[in-house]
């Protein structure tokens, strides 16, 4: 029997990478292997109505309201994965997506937003081949999901997960994530906060395609996606025996590092202000006067990703630090608070 029309609906949540990806070659194929925390609290929810045995085209409203500029995009895009789902541009889309965090807040909605087509995708695949949802249909749209916005695919996992190839992390892919073993993450890492300090909500300078796109000629590339191979020999062990510190200096050291990439680009460019470098310098100082474990990492943009354990006695007094120093450097007292349990 032939389906008309389907309505599926999905949700996917966010991440954010401790080791970067920054820099990938043709097809979505990353120049270094990543690794990330996927967020909680922080989703996309989106349904996708499929009429079929209409000429195909894309509709997109994002929080009720209809978006051109998205539709075109996503009409690119599943042109771009025909060849994996056959039945895709045989009939008429109309996608209705919203995002639980506020719009351009340094928490990547391409992330959670392509990990939701993903999984509709999916959703609509099960109903036409009759095949049930298993674990290969999950890496199936990890893998179509990269297609759209690489760091995407980690988003399909919970917990902490990892795209490409490394010798380190048996069954990893430059194609898909996989999530990072379980029983080689210590405890301490499996309840863990992420505050975002909304330190400047407006529209990036450099979007982050252009952004990789600059590694091509950045005299650095090739010692930092080096690097990025090797900060996994000593991840492994911090990991596995929940050295604190030793997560803490690996952490800022690759989020600086991203921020370095771009400042070595040509043309440069900068995306932190004023107010990131701030919160840098007090998360530092509170570090150095207290000594709790209080840290951060950036993604492409001025927002502060506040790192600090969940389970620990000392996260009142972080979270109390938190509020009455560093909120002030944020426009308009912007945080989103998520937490990650697995
Ligand atoms: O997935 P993209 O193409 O938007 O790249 C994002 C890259 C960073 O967010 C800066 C780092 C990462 O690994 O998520």
Redesign the pocket.
């Known amino acids: 029997f032939t389906i008309h029309t389907r309505t599926v609906s999905e949700s996917c949540p966010s ?1 954010i ?1 401790l080791i ?3 820099g990938k070659y043709e097809h979505q194929i990353p120049a270094n292997p ?1 690794i ?1 925390y996927t967020l909680n609290h922080c989703k996309t929810n989106t349904s996708m109505e499929f009429i079929a045995d209409e000429p195909f085209s894309v509709q997109t409203f994002l929080s009720g309201n209809e978006e051109i500029k998205f539709a075109e995009k996503i009409e690119k895009y599943f042109k771009s994965i025909a060849q994996y789902l056959p039945w895709i541009l045989k009939g008429k889309y109309i996608i209705r997506t919203e995002n639980t965090f506020p719009h351009s807040s340094g928490i ?1 909605s ?2 959670s937003g392509f990990g939701a087509i993903a999984k509709c995708l999916m959703s609509l695949d099960e109903v036409f081949t009759g095949k049930s949802s298993d674990e290969e249909s999950l890496q199936k749209a990890s893998f179509l999901s990269r297609l759209g ?4 695919c980690r988003s399909l996992y919970n917990g902490l997960v990892v795209w490409g190839e490394t010798e380190h992390v048996k069954g990893s892919s430059d194609l898909f994530a996989v999530p990072y073993p379980d029983t080689e993450i210590h405890e301490v890492f499996k309840r863990f906060n992420d505050w975002v300090l909304l330190i400047h909500e407006g529209q990036k300078s450099v979007s ?2 252009v952004g ?1 796109g600059l590694m091509k000629t950045n005299p650095y590339a090739e010692r930092r996606f080096q690097e990025a191979r090797e900060n996994f020999v000593p991840m492994k062990e911090i990991l596995k025996n929940g050295d604190m510190n030793g997560f803490i200096r690996l952490v800022e050291h690759e989020a600086l590092t ?1 921020h370095a990439m771009m400042m070595m680009s040509e043309p440069a460019f900068i995306l932190m202000k004023t107010g990131t470098l701030e919160v840098i310098n007090k998360i530092w100082d509170f570090r150095r006067d207290t000594g709790l474990p209080l840290f951060f990492t950036l ?2 943009g001025a927002n502060v990703h506040l790192l600090f354990p969940d389970n620990d006695s000392d996260s009142g007094k972080i979270k109390e630090f938190i509020e009455t120093e560093l909120l002030p450097h944020t426009q308009k007292n912007g945080i989103v608070k998520d937490v990650m349990r697995f």
């Open positions: 991440n990478a970067k990806y920054w990543s990330s990547a391409s992330a916005s690489g760091s995407a982050s395609t990789h991203l993604d492409a």
